[in-house]
């Protein structure tokens, strides 16, 4: 079994297309990605929600990751826009604590959100409120969080790049070939 980070290290120079650019990132995507697969694999459910430009890509990993040719177990991933149609008007903390209230009622065994998105879009209230969510933030350093710039133009191929190593990251984790601990 192989430590996270040098697994990682590994599949960023194994893949076909140009990942290079993530080499040097690997240390601040290590301790979030350990962190998220290990709250899947504890049982907890994972729930995407993106701002308006990256809709594409919610419904892009809602699509690829529970692929039935991979031929592995099935990953707790929904949408958090199509669970609970009305995000978009809840602006206010109290309307927040009360989706999350339903939200804990809803998962039992524990949630947290993948936001990808601007970090001013009005998601991030509700992204912002746990340390424990996965953050791929737009324009901003926000602590734990895997920064991006909306003007690289090459921001949806390093999306597309970045879910490919968490996918897998957790398929290498589901076979027992990285340790998280490490």
Not at 9 to 25: G, H, P, Q, T
Not at 116 to 138: C, H, P, Q
């Amino acid at each position: 079994m192989q430590a996270v980070l040098n697994w990682t290290l590994e599949a960023i120079r194994d893949e076909d297309s140009d990942f290079s650019w993530m080499e040097e990132f690997r240390f601040d995507w290590t301790p979030l990605v350990r962190s998220a697969i290990a709250k899947i694999i504890e049982g907890q459910t994972l729930l995407v929600v993106t701002d308006d430009k990256r809709k594409w890509f919610s419904q892009y990993i809602r699509n690829a990751i529970n692929c039935p040719e991979k031929g592995r177990p099935f990953i707790p991933v929904y949408d958090l826009q199509c669970c609970f149609p009305k995000l978009h008007t809840i602006k206010d903390t109290q309307e927040i604590e009360l989706m999350e209230d339903m939200l804990d009622i809803s998962f039992s065994n524990g949630y947290f959100l993948w936001y990808i998105g601007d970090s001013n879009y009005n998601y991030t209230k509700l992204a912002y409120r746990n340390d424990e969510n996965f953050l791929w933030v737009m324009n901003d350093q926000v602590p734990n969080s895997f920064p991006f710039r909306d003007s690289d133009p090459l921001l949806d191929i390093k999306l597309l790049q970045l879910y490919r190593l968490f996918d897998k990251t957790m398929e290498a984790v589901l076979y027992g070939e990285v340790d998280l601990d490490e």
